[in-house]
């Protein structure tokens, strides 16, 4: 399955920003939602933003008010903008892009490799 990519992880000191960005395979898919996760070790992987084809955004509580998703449709991208980062906000970020195959019709759910972000103190 072809994979989204993602890009844009790194260090950051508390207090500062950083933008992630996630691009689906632009060919053969019609994309309906894009969605970023977040999972540090030992927990499960919690959904933080989502947004859907019509650019309705939800975010979980932890983020709202500091991230900020966006998403090109015509490029089938979505970034995120994280804002006010705190430590607590250090994990593996991913990306999940769900749609539909549009050469079968079969369901298309597929997770980007994950990318780091350290929030220090």
């Known amino acids: 399955q072809v994979q989204p990519v993602e890009s844009g992880g790194g260090l950051v000191q508390a207090g500062g920003s950083l933008r992630l960005s996630c691009a689906a395979p632009?060919?053969?898919?019609?994309?309906?939602?894009m969605g970023w996760y977040r999972q540090v070790p030992g927990k499960q992987r919690e959904l933080i933003a989502i947004?859907?084809?019509?650019?309705?955004?939800n975010y979980a509580d932890t983020v709202k008010g500091r991230f900020t998703i966006s998403r090109d449709s015509a490029k089938k991208t979505a970034n995120l903008q994280m804002s006010s980062l705190k430590p607590e906000d250090t994990a593996v970020y991913y990306c999940n892009v769900i749609g539909r195959d549009l050469i079968d019709g079969s369901q298309y759910d597929a997770w980007g490799q994950g990318t780091q972000v350290t929030v220090s103190s």
């Open positions: 947004i859907s084809s019509d650019g309705r955004a």
């Open positions: 632009r060919s053969r898919f019609n994309i309906n939602t």
